[in-house]
T-cell receptor, first 115, second 113 residues
Framework: EAGVAQSPRYKIIEKRQSVAFWCNPI?????LYWYQQILGQGPKLLIQ????????DSQLPKDRFSAERLKGVDSTLKIQPAKLEDSAVYLC?????????????FGPGTRLTVL | AQSVTQLGSHVSVSEGALVLLRCNYS??????LFWYVQYPNQGLQLLLK??????LVKGINGFEAEFKKSETSFHLTKPSAHMSDAAEYFC???????????FGGGTRVLVKP
């Protein structure tokens, strides 16, 4: 079974530029998550989708971050404009969503460096 | 609100020695608890999870963890460290209802030959 796919794996941009990340979850997984992992810290949830609806985006900086999940499958996370403090690894995860006990499976992440 | 504290951001062990990683949680409801491992430049991989069944949970790669409600702890252990165990380990908590994970700050394990 294929895992969670993410691209690109690495991205370097200058501050005030825009950037987009793509995630393809495991086939059949209804729930998709985007996490931000700053160096030396644990991942922090940015947004959670159930199919193509948003379940939780309470920690998403909505003035610069946006995310969508078209047709309940792939998802994109966008930052516009980027700030230095956005340098982090952006992890996508998916879960089958079965009674609240299912496991989240993580992709390899996209490492963003903002100069 | 729930939170997770991992004691020690770095742990160094000798190959063959006991690995002990500490995790304490706070949660207003009985939680689900998880340990994930992250190898360099990779995503997180589930080691084991506690979901209110047996308090001693066995996971992959010889790891196990014990849920102690009285101590609000979920420490991770492995009897004998292997060089391949060098990685960063994250403890996470989730409310029984809902699927939002809250992670600790992580513990990086170094294994010395």
């Amino acid at each position: 079974e294929a895992g969670v796919a993410q691209s690109p794996r690495y991205k370097i941009i200058e501050k005030r530029q825009s950037v987009a990340f793509w995630c393809n979850p495991i086939s059949g997984h209804a729930t998709l998550y985007w996490y931000q992992q700053i160096l030396g810290q644990g991942p922090k949830l940015l947004i959670q989708f159930q199919n193509n609806g948003v379940v939780d985006d309470s920690q998403l900086p909505k003035d610069r971050f946006s995310a969508e999940r078209l047709k309940g499958v792939d998802s994109t996370l966008k930052i516009q404009p980027a700030k230095l403090e956005d340098s982090a690894v952006y992890l996508c995860a998916s879960s089958l969503e079965r009674g609240g006990q299912d496991t989240q499976y993580f992709g390899p992440g996209t490492r963003l460096t903002v100069l | 609100a729930q939170s997770v504290t991992q004691l020690g951001s770095h742990v160094s062990v000798s190959e063959g020695a006991l690995v002990l990683l500490r995790c304490n949680y706070s949660s207003s409801v009985p939680p689900y608890l998880f340990w994930y491992v992250q190898y360099p430049n990779q995503g997180l991989q589930l080691l084991l999870k506690y979901t209110s069944a047996a308090t001693l949970v066995k996971g992959i790669n010889g790891f196990e963890a014990e849920f102690k409600k009285s101590e609000t702890s979920f420490h991770l252990t492995k009897p004998s460290a292997h060089m391949s165990d060098a990685a960063e380990y994250f403890c996470a908590v989730r409310k029984a209802a809902g699927n939002k994970l809250t992670f600790g700050g992580g513990t990086r394990v170094l294994v010395k030959p």
